[in-house]
């Protein structure tokens, strides 16, 4: 018994002196000329004030439009701003992060960017107590820098699924696809080529959007109903 005692005040003791150690060796680093303590830079992921989708409909607007809050896939559902080196693997940038997921910066922008498109009557972003004829569900697959050339380019994912409410139907369940050249080889490259990129994915979403409902009269003629509780898999 006396031994176990012995035994584990010694741990102890050493693990204290470890971790002294280790902080007396920071802050001598610290003071060592030439280090630099690089802080943490956080990033928005917006586009320009003046952006508004284009879309090729000489229609009436449809109904009103429910944007269900956008996942985000495994490795992509962080803050963290991914970079890819190798095929297979994803790192992630030290002192660089993005402000929020890029699933949820995503949300605020789509539901803008569709109520400019002038596709819908009114658009809004779950939960809203609205009487909706449709509903968008969206994943974020990727949101990444790519370094496998002597550049760099974002590439940028977005699994969309919209719903007719009035009738229980998918009407289109797509993959959008964007890749967009980055300027320079670091985050902040990387930072001003997402933004391009997703002026770009809105643009698709719009242009798709726009020749489903095209295709499908009805699911915008018909009366809307209330909407149903809406039940998703969550990761």
């Known amino acids: 018994m006396t031994r176990n005692l012995v035994r584990t005040a010694k741990t102890f003791v050493n693990r204290v002196a470890v971790a002294l150690a280790a ?13 630099k303590h690089e802080p943490e830079t956080v990033y928005l992921l917006e586009w320009q004030d003046d952006f508004t989708p284009a879309t090729a409909t000489n229609t009436e607007p449809c109904g009103s439009l429910l944007i269900i809050s956008p ?7 962080t803050t963290r701003m991914a970079y890819v080196e190798q095929d297979h693997r994803v790192d992630y940038f030290v002192t660089h992060r993005w402000a929020d997921t890029p699933a949820r910066m995503l949300g605020p922008l789509m539901t803008r960017a569709l109520g400019e498109s002038g596709l819908f009557e009114a658009v809004v972003e779950s939960p809203a107590p609205l009487q909706a004829q449709l509903r968008l569900e969206s994943e974020v697959l990727k949101l990444r820098q790519v370094f ?17 409410l009035t009738q229980g139907r998918l009407l289109v369940g797509r993959v959008l696809n964007v890749v967009t050249p980055a300027e320079s080889r670091n985050p902040y490259g990387g930072v001003n080529a997402s933004h391009r990129a997703v002026e770009r994915l809105f643009q698709q979403l719009a242009d798709t959007l726009s020749a489903v409902l095209t295709e499908n009269p009805a699911a915008c003629g018909a009366e809307s109903r209330p909407v149903p509780e809406l039940t998703r898999n969550t990761r």
């Open 148 to 164: 496998l050339t002597r550049t760099s380019e974002i590439e940028l994912n977005l699994r969309v699924n919209l719903y007719d």
């Open 71 to 77: 996942l985000g896939a495994p490795g992509y559902a």
């Open 23 to 35: 902080g007396l060796l920071v802050s001598a680093c610290a003071t060592l000329p030439g280090f």
